[in-house]
């Protein structure tokens, strides 16, 4: 409607600029430059104004030569003056044509390439991403969840799709091949009952995971499940056994899933309730994840769903008798079940690095995530104790103490403000030795993993690194690899930058003189972050010699190659005593590496305005 509106506004601008000039003409008198720009002010004013602040999404590639073409139009209409059925032809063809060309193809949608790749620089480590977007069937829900199998990964979408994702062997590209029995998730059913009522995209598959038994395989999923009859919803974990082999060819056919464990209570929603005590579905605080402590015990985090004395009456993460806000543990010889830890509020995030080493993620309210040391038997005080406050306000009303923990388990870390963590593991592979032992913690609202070096039972280093994404889940692959599930339904592949890596060792000969900082870290030499595509000689606050000055244009991958083969050859003059890198392919991995320094930042996910 907006680029209708500017249409409109541009044509109507120029009727009433050429019909000011036209009545001037008419009633004799003198029509000039002053007559022309005063013409133009009264005509396109109203549109300027419209474009540009009530509707500052109009792309400026079309009000700009809008206005310019305007203008040209009422010169034209001065210059003809004397021959007006020609002037009146030409400008009747020329206005049509201005006001009809900017705007093909204006509404086209920008298609983003299925497949991309960009660079995301960690302290440690160049980091090369493969964004796989259109890889996994998408879902109305979110959720869903990646987890590693042998040399492969198995992905389920919030819908619960599955896909057995492989690496080409000759390509390196991810296929993906579909399951024919998707986790027993009833979402439709669900959906036909509430419609609009409730966020339907939470009703989801939370969480999947593989345990490779040798010549069998079995795969565990936790979901929601909607009991119509009864008109309440459970949360359940659904396993799937089959044959390996079977499994590795997609072939779940003879398979079938079977429930082997239901939350308590069934938590209930009555739609048609004339009193309209409609509880909030609050499946957001589904927790859901998975983690196998041994062959026959599997570890289950069941988010409290808003059930916490404040957005309801019930108070689930401290009733014994409720199955909600709490870590359960299965046996999976028996499927026998009880409380292992109580007091969750949203568990997001469970892994198991050992007996002692069972680390989990949970959401705080406004402020408050945390990242727990589970210990069996202790109750991490939530709805009673969070660093964390109520949403728009600077207590939580079940904390006797604001901004403190007291009398129950403290958490390992808290982040406060809160970033959204989701899932997370602790590093074993051999591509990123140096991050061996790290907690890789993913983050849906922040968008970023943080790395967390553990030592002496305290985080002793925390390092963001951003991706842009919502990351969901996160799963370290038999290569080292980290795969990345994102709440759009992308898979993202991260792997050392090997090529970065042996331009990162060139670039040690640099480093005595030059830095990549934030554009004015200048030493001896200039800043070179951002230095591909940047103008020469532009680095904020550095001396450039005259030379270098003179030379003019941007700094281009072909100009660097030439400019490193040789410096005092392509810019004699130049203040840079270096001799040169005489390899061209050094140069070339010299100059990826410069590359990736200067571009951390991922592409966005959806196309931008113009």
Do not use: C
């Given at each position: 409607m907006?680029?209708?509106?500017?249409?409109?506004?541009?044509g109507g601008g120029y009727v009433v600029c050429a019909g000011l000039l036209v009545w001037r003409e008419w009633r004799g008198r003198?029509?000039?430059?002053?007559?022309?720009?005063?013409?133009?002010?009264?005509?396109?004013?109203?549109?300027?104004?419209?474009?540009?602040?009530?509707?500052?999404?109009?792309?400026?590639?079309?009000?700009?030569?809008?206005?310019?073409?305007?203008?040209?139009?009422?010169?034209?209409?001065?210059?003809l003056r004397g021959?007006?059925?020609?002037?009146?032809?030409?400008?009747?063809?020329?206005?049509?044509?201005?006001?009809?060309l900017p705007f093909s193809g204006i509404n086209k949608p920008h298609t983003l390439p299925s497949v991309r790749s960009w660079r995301v620089n960690s302290a440690l480590y160049a980091l090369k991403v493969t964004e796989?977007?259109?890889?996994?069937?998408?879902?109305?829900?979110?959720?869903?969840?990646?987890?590693?199998?042998?040399?492969?990964?198995?992905?389920?979408?919030?819908?619960?799709?599955?896909?057995l994702v492989s690496k080409s062997p000759t390509t390196g590209a991810l296929t993906a091949q579909h399951l024919k029995r998707p986790v027993p998730i009833n979402w439709h059913d669900f959906a036909a009952t509430f419609g609009q009522q409730e966020d339907l995209?939470?009703?989801?598959t939370a969480d999947l995971l593989a345990q490779d038994l040798g010549e069998k395989t079995r795969l565990f999923a936790t979901h929601h499940f909607w009991k119509a009859q009864e008109k309440c919803f459970v949360e359940r974990v659904s396993m799937l056994e089959l044959d390996t082999e079977r499994f590795l060819q997609a072939n779940d056919e003879n398979a079938a899933w079977r429930t082997i464990f239901e939350s308590t209570p069934c938590i209930r929603l009555d739609a048609t309730d004339p009193l309209g005590s409609l509880a909030h579905f609050g499946g957001i605080q589904s927790g859901g994840r998975l983690a196998l402590l041994s062959p026959n015990e599997l570890l289950l985090a069941v988010g409290d769903h808003t059930r916490d004395g404040v957005n309801s009456p019930e108070v689930f993460s401290q009733d014994s008798t409720s199955s909600y806000g709490k870590t359960i543990l299965l046996n999976l010889a028996d499927f026998s079940s009880h409380a292992f830890t109580i007091g969750h509020r949203n568990p997001q995030g469970l892994y198991a690095d050992g007996p002692g080493a069972i680390w989990l993620t949970e959401h705080g309210p406004?402020?408050?995530?945390?990242?727990?040391?589970v210990q069996r038997g202790a109750n991490y005080g939530w709805p009673l104790a969070t660093y964390g406050t109520q949403y728009g306000a600077h207590f939580w009303p079940g904390n006797a103490v604001p901004g403190s923990h007291g009398g129950f388990a403290e958490p390992f870390y808290s982040w406060v403000p809160s970033i959204g963590v989701s899932s997370l593991l602790v590093m074993h592979g051999a591509q990123f030795k140096l991050w061996d032992q790290d907690l890789m913690v993913a983050s849906l609202k922040d968008g970023a993993l943080y790395r967390a070096r553990v030592r002496n039972s305290r985080i002793v280093m925390l390092e963001r690194i951003p991706f842009g994404r919502r990351i969901r889940?996160?799963?370290?692959?038999?290569?080292?690899?980290?795969?990345?599930?994102?709440?759009?339904?992308?898979?993202?592949?991260?792997?050392?930058?090997?090529?970065?890596?042996?331009g990162e060792a060139l670039f040690r000969a640099c480093s005595g003189c030059h830095m990549i900082g934030e554009g004015d870290a200048n030493g001896i030499g200039p800043d070179l972050r951002r230095i591909v595509n940047r103008p020469v000689a532009s680095a904020v606050g550095f001396r450039y010699s005259p030379a270098m000055q003179q030379l003019g244009g941007r700094w281009d991958r072909a100009r660097l190659d030439r400019f490193l083969a040789s410096p005092q050859v392509y810019v004699p003059g130049t203040k840079m005593k270096f001799a040169g890198v005489p390899d061209p392919g050094e140069r070339k991995e010299l100059i990826e590496f410069l590359v990736s320094g200067a571009n951390n930042k991922p592409p966005p996910e959806d196309p931008l305005p113009d």
């Open positions: 907006e680029m209708r509106d500017i249409a409109w506004l541009l003198y029509v000039g430059i002053d007559t022309l720009i005063s013409s133009l002010v009264v005509g396109f004013a109203p549109a300027l104004i419209f474009a540009w602040h009530a509707h500052g999404t109009v792309p400026n590639r079309v009000i700009l030569p809008e206005l310019l073409y305007g203008g040209a139009l009422a010169a034209v209409t001065v210059a021959r007006p059925r020609i002037r009146a032809a030409l400008l009747a063809a020329l206005a049509l044509a201005g006001l009809v796989y977007r259109t890889l996994i069937k998408p879902s109305l829900a979110t959720g869903g969840a990646v987890a590693a199998f042998r040399d492969r990964f198995v992905v389920a979408n919030g819908a619960g799709d599955i896909f995209g939470y009703f989801r406004q402020g408050g995530d945390e990242l727990n040391l889940d996160i799963a370290e692959g038999s290569a080292g690899q980290l795969m990345m599930w994102s709440d759009r339904g992308a898979l993202l592949e991260i792997e050392a930058d090997r090529d970065v890596g042996t």
